[in-house]
């Protein structure tokens, strides 16, 4: 049985794995935009599931612990991939990125002794702020044809804060069975993409890519989040993970993706870095 441990400096340590692995997922994403999404996500988190093959035994955890995993990794990928089907990018994207402050809000609805105080609060909504600015650009048009794809992506939103904050209550189970959720998820989508999708012939190059996503941003990076949630406190690291959309914006400017580094996206690292601070201050005690 795994024991219950509080780590703050382990779990930002952690978290900061996650957020630096996950930012390289556009740009990876860039790259293999001609990869039907439901084949990428199932190679992908195959690949991610190898990480813990060594430790395959905790794949097979309790009934329960495994339904919830299954259907936070592969529930979270399958409404973010028809999100951005469905709806422009910009917008599905910012809507995706309320799961922190969702992060900060479930916290205290589902986790004992996480009740958000108003610093919590506030530097997730002044972080949030900043992902908004640098996820938009200042460019924001919610078109009602396109509700479905919104709603997908507040879906996905939802998914993975669930996700994360019931990682914590399910505990203790051990973090090698990330590897577990991984795997059948990947078997999820590739029999969704023989189903849906169509088929296509991957370059060498393109599983070079592939597997730089599993082992990275779809692999190692929910193994590092699985630890840090259960290290520390998940308000703290909801509102941190705002790094994510400005980190993801530096990679596509530095490999030439169209996306340009500007004072805004300065003004948002400010706005983010502050939020997660002020996240960060303790609460006092009544």
């Known amino acids: 049985m795994q024991r219950k441990t509080r780590n703050p400096a382990n779990a930002l340590f952690f978290a900061l794995i996650s957020i630096l692995l996950w930012s390289t997922f556009a740009t990876l994403g860039q790259r293999l935009r001609h990869v039907p999404p439901l084949l990428l996500a199932g190679l992908a988190l195959g690949i991610g599931s190898a990480i813990s093959l060594r430790n395959a035994r905790s794949w097979f955890t309790r009934p329960h612990i495994l339904f919830f995993g299954i259907a936070g990794m592969f529930g979270y990928h399958l409404l973010l991939f028809l999100a951005l089907r469905l709806s422009p990018a910009i917008e599905a994207n910012l809507l995706n990125y309320l799961w922190p402050i969702l992060i900060v809000l479930l916290s205290g609805a589902l986790l ?80 969704g993409h023989a189903l849906f999708e169509p088929h296509v012939r991957l370059a060498s190059g393109d599983w070079a890519q592939i597997a730089a996503l599993g082992l990275g941003p779809m692999g190692l990076a929910f193994y590092a989040w699985d630890a840090a949630l259960k290290r520390g406190d998940p308000r703290v690291i909801g509102a941190l993970s705002y790094l994510t959309p400005v980190l993801s914006t530096v990679l596509l400017a530095l490999f030439g993706m169209n996306a340009v580094l500007s004072w805004g996206s300065i003004a948002a690292l400010v706005l983010i870095v502050g939020g997660a601070a002020i996240s960060s201050l303790p609460v006092p005690e009544k």
């Open 112 to 191: 004992p002794g996480y009740r958000p105080g108003p610093r919590h609060i506030a530097g997730a909504l002044i972080a949030f702020l900043g992902a908004a600015l640098v996820i938009t650009g200042g460019r924001l048009s919610f078109d009602p044809a396109c509700l479905a794809g919104y709603l997908m992506a507040i879906g996905a939103a939802v998914t993975w804060a669930l996700y994360s904050v019931l990682t914590k209550r399910f505990q203790p189970f051990p973090t090698a069975a990330v590897g577990g959720f991984c795997f059948f998820s990947s078997l999820l989508a590739l029999a």
